[in-house]
């Protein structure tokens, strides 16, 4: 809160040029008398032309401050950003313009939308209704600040009457499952509406908005929602703030000086919240991390968002909630003790955004810069500290990594900015990079209304809020003229005239290299090459990834549907190899791809992975120095062939021997398409037919050994390119001997795996044994810690049951609801004999798996419970004992079971066997 004025002072507005078919305001004045501050239209033009949305009426702008010391307005925005937003619509200039444009097409705009008008909130459908009045009277408010146009006055004002006059029972009666996580954001911004509209005076007195109104809807509507739900501190992570913004809003629009300075104190520290791990705050969710909580080892101190253990969409929620709330607590110049974040005015007071050391920019500069692709260090560290749920998160979540396409990250950038950091060298250079990274598709997102017409829509008012240094982006009368027409154009994206279309790498794509700082974690070295934007004659725009004798890696920051075709060109032979983290050795690659010279043409390659918009791109030369040029991610059908090659399309590898005439035939199909094939890197004395896909070639002496080529087969622009790998053995005995190593005779198989391959090396057809060897099967295969594998058993596939196999406690496989089963079916052939189980929950969420129990059957009807124990709430991988009366007992069928009252959701992490797979005998 700031203290009353006590001078007049004038600060003019800087002048803006508006196409002169929208009229102008040319200069806005500051008049401030006693204690209020008036922005008052000293010159203004009407909107002659009948084309804008723009009227004669220039809305007065007027900022007050109440004996208590709120500003009005000052929920998200004040007076002063108000005018700046309506003179930069006007005048052209993003992001405020790009914002209104969007907003107008959002189903919100329309002047007929008729408001829901909730009697009673007591489920999410009444919260949905809630939403949508909320947004309604939001954006009516803005297009009637913007166009000074009183029918946009109408709907908002009947809905302040209809929730205020909310008096024949509670309107929000109790709270109910999640409806803190979505009702806060709702009350924040009907508040926003509300605070403008008392705030400006219309020349139709009946669509004033008074005193009394917002005392009604204070005590009817806003107090019930606050007692019942979100006038809390106690909720987990982001849901804290969620829920507190609506609070926060609450006070400064009842000017209740108390309660806001406990809003921003919970905001800030939320010192006394019993549970601190969970605790949302800005200290406590962009901690300073000073030891592991789970070995209680003290460690270096460094910041950590602590939802970014979590996941990343989660974490960024808290960067974003945060920082609108610290927006609307700074416009009314309130300061706050440096430590413990109270109200206060003393000399040592900060801002908000400078509290603990400019704790929350800092923490979104770590969100940014693990979303754009550079690893972070991670120490565990408390989610959960009440006695008897202690929970750490231990890793950094790389689920939903890359979520930099919302509005937190413009807001973050412009806000930031503004406030004077450097937002081009230094820590906060990773929100610029993330913001210029994400520009076509934020600019697709915001003038579409994507930004704001839709439930998550964190920091959706960011640009009602934002002073003029915020930008320094040219007035476009143009831009201005689209926004402001009676009718909107379709929507076009666009860069240097042509327009921006699918999934095209020069909109998606980070260079980490480039923006590297010492010391930094990321796929790649100081000495690279830069990625460069380049286009063609025809307009073709593209990255172009020069290569020398080290591989190069790039961040796409677009999704790979399975199947899509990645359309590139390439001066000489490479690799490339997709993967998901920046620690290449952590989960390897997704899929290795080789690509030909295409000899200066457009190629397309088949991308058979589901990739989502986070995918390291690593380029390998083959054959010394080359550039590749990537174009875009092709989804058209007509433009990639679907090319089958080989067996499954898997790499291949032939033994033979020196003197042995090897021919082998390469098939290639395409549908009814043509398929051309050609070989690469081929030996001595080899050769290959293209038109029928044979590979001949006779080993001699000095070719003993190991050898590789490639077999390229094309339709139309689609590559695809095999990989071949021949052993050249000295004899056939040799060579039946180097194949036969597949074999391991103090390993159990299949019984019929088995007898093909002694049969085939007793025949001694080195053919028929590599085809044989190749289908071995171990009876029970067994993961790296020696306990059954279990994942080609027969399950529904959308439990994600393999994930629950591979060592990664962020990973789970699971379902949520009252019959919560997972079943493993092993075939009618086999069966599995356990000694016992062992059981982890999802990182983060020990309670996902308590209770959780095992059971066998031979026929999925009668169940048989194995287990002795029931898995409890532990983070750790704790063993489930088989009774020892069933360890003798082998079942086909095994069902992993929570019961329903445990816990509404069962996601289990890691999950294992121990014991044996068997030959069902009456089967086999």
């Not at 989502?612 to 083959?622: E, G, H, K, S």
């Not at 790499?651 to 005439?661: C, E, H, K």
């Not at 043509?674 to 030996?683: D, G």
Request: aromatic content about 10%; overall charge neutral.
């Amino acid at each position: 809160m700031t203290a009353m004025p006590t001078s007049s002072t004038t600060n003019p507005v800087a002048k803006t040029n508006v196409h002169p078919r929208m009229g102008m305001l040319r200069r806005l004045g500051v008049l401030c008398l006693s204690s209020a501050i008036f922005i008052l239209p000293v010159a203004k033009a009407a909107a002659q032309d009948q084309k804008t949305i723009l009227t004669d009426n220039v809305v007065e702008l007027r900022e007050t401050v109440s004996p208590q010391g709120f500003v009005h307005p000052g929920i998200s925005c004040n007076a002063r950003t108000l005018a700046v937003m309506r003179e930069k619509v006007l005048a052209g200039v993003s992001p405020w313009v790009d914002c209104f444009e969007g907003m107008r097409r959002t189903r919100f705009a329309k002047l007929d939308n008729k408001p829901r008008l909730v009697r009673q909130i007591t489920n999410n459908g009444g919260i949905g209704a809630f939403a949508n009045d909320a947004h309604l009277a939001w954006v009516h408010t803005i297009l009637y600040v913007v166009t000074g146009n009183e029918e946009y006055r109408k709907t908002p004002v009947e809905i302040i009457r209809w929730y205020g006059s909310r008096t024949e029972e509670s309107f929000f009666p109790r709270a109910f499952p999640d409806s803190h996580i979505k009702i806060g954001k709702y009350v924040y911004t009907f508040c926003t509406a509300a605070d403008i509209l008392r705030a400006t005076t219309p020349k139709d007195a009946k669509l004033a908005v008074t005193e009394e109104m917002v005392d009604a809807l204070q005590k009817n509507c806003f107090y019930p929602i606050r007692k019942n739900c979100i006038e809390s501190k106690g909720y987990f992570m982001n849901q804290h703030s969620y829920a507190i913004m609506g609070y926060l809003a609450s006070t400064i629009l009842g000017n209740e000086a108390e309660d806001y300075k406990q809003a921003v104190e919970w905001t800030t520290v939320n010192a006394t919240s019993a549970n601190q791990g969970r605790n949302g705050s800005i200290k406590q969710q962009i901690r300073m991390v000073t030891r592991n909580d789970k070995t209680g080892e003290p460690v270096e101190p460094r910041l950590q968002v602590v939802e970014m253990g979590r996941d990343q969409p989660h974490a960024g929620g808290n960067i974003d909630n945060l920082l609108m709330m610290v927006k609307t607590i700074e416009f009314h110049r309130t300061k706050v003790d440096p430590v413990h974040g109270t109200v206060t005015t003393a000399d040592d007071g900060v801002s908000p955004i400078h509290f603990m050391d400019d704790r929350l920019p800092k923490g979104a500069a770590l969100f940014a810069k693990y979303n754009i692709g550079y690893g972070l260090p991670w120490t565990p560290t408390y989610s959960e500290t009440s006695p008897n749920n202690m929970v750490t998160y231990n890793q950094i979540s790389y689920f939903g990594r890359g979520s930099i396409g919302g509005n937190g990250i413009p807001a973050g950038y412009y806000y930031y900015k503004a406030s004077g950091f450097d937002m081009e060298t230094g820590p906060y250079r990773y929100i610029k990079v993330a913001f210029d990274s994400t520009a076509a598709d934020r600019e697709q997102t915001i003038r579409s209304g994507r930004y704001l017409d839709q439930l998550h829509n964190y920091a959706f008012d960011f640009w009602i809020g934002l002073p003029a240094s915020a930008s320094s982006a040219a007035p476009d009368p143009e831009k201005a003229r689209r926004a402001l027409a009676q009718e909107l154009a379709p929507l076009e994206v666009t860069r240097d005239g042509v327009p921006v279309d699918g999934r095209q790498f020069e909109h998606k794509y980070v260079d980490l290299s480039a923006h590297a700082m010492p010391g930094d974690v990321y796929p790649g070295r100081p000495d690279d090459a830069p990625l460069k934007v380049l286009k063609d004659t025809d307009g073709t725009g593209y990255v172009r990834m020069t290569l020398g004798k080290n591989p190069r890696t790039m961040l796409a920051t677009t999704r790979f549907p399975q199947g899509a075709g990645l359309r590139l060109r390439s001066s000489s032979f490479v690799k490339l190899n997709f993967y998901l983290d920046e620690d290449y050795a952590r989960r390897g690659s997704v899929q290795e791809i080789y690509v030909p010279d295409t000899k200066g043409e457009w190629s397309n390659v088949v991308v058979d992975m589901d990739g989502r918009d986070f995918v390291y791109i690593q380029a390998t030369p083959l054959q010394g120095a080359a550039t590749i040029d990537f174009d875009r991610v092709e989804t058209e059908p007509s433009a990639v062939r679907s090319i089958t090659l080989g067996a499954a399309g898997q790499n291949v590898s032939i033994p033979t021997f020196v003197g042995n005439n090897l021919r082998h035939v390469f098939t290639a199909t395409s549908g009814t398409d043509t398929v051309t094939c050609t070989a690469l890197n081929l030996p001595a004395g080899a050769e290959f037919v293209s038109a029928t896909g044979t590979l001949s070639w006779t080993p001699s002496a000095q070719q003993k050994g190991d050898h590789v080529l490639y077999i390229m087969a094309r339709s139309g622009t689609t590559v695809r390119t095999l990989r071949v790998d021949i052993h050249v053995a000295a004899d056939l005995d040799a060579a039946l001997a180097h194949v036969a190593r597949a074999f391991d005779s103090s390993k159990r198989y299949v019984s019929a795996t088995e007898r093909a391959f002694k049969n085939a090396l007793k025949s001694r057809d080195l053919t028929a044994l590599k085809q044989a060897a190749d289908a071995l099967e171990l009876l029970t295969r067994q993961l790296p810690d020696g306990t059954v594998d279990y994942r080609k058993a027969s399950t529904d596939a959308k439990l994600g049951v393999s994930k629950m196999a591979d060592n990664d406690p962020l990973s789970f496989g699971g379902l949520w609801g009252k019959d919560k089963n997972i079943l493993l079916d092993f075939g009618d052939q086999f069966k599995v004999r356990c000694e016992a189980f062992r059981i982890q929950a999802r990182d983060g969420f020990p309670i996902r798996v308590a209770q959780s129990e095992v059971y066998g059957s031979n026929d999925n009807t009668n169940w048989t419970l194995l287990t002795e124990n029931k898995a409890v709430s532990s983070a750790e991988l704790q063993t489930l004992a088989v009774r020892k009366e069933e360890q003798k007992n082998a079942y086909r069928y095994l069902r992993l079971f929570m019961p329903a009252r445990a816990y509404g959701i069962f996601e289990i992490a890691e999950f294992r066997i121990v014991g044996e797979r068997v030959e069902d005998p009456l089967e086999n």
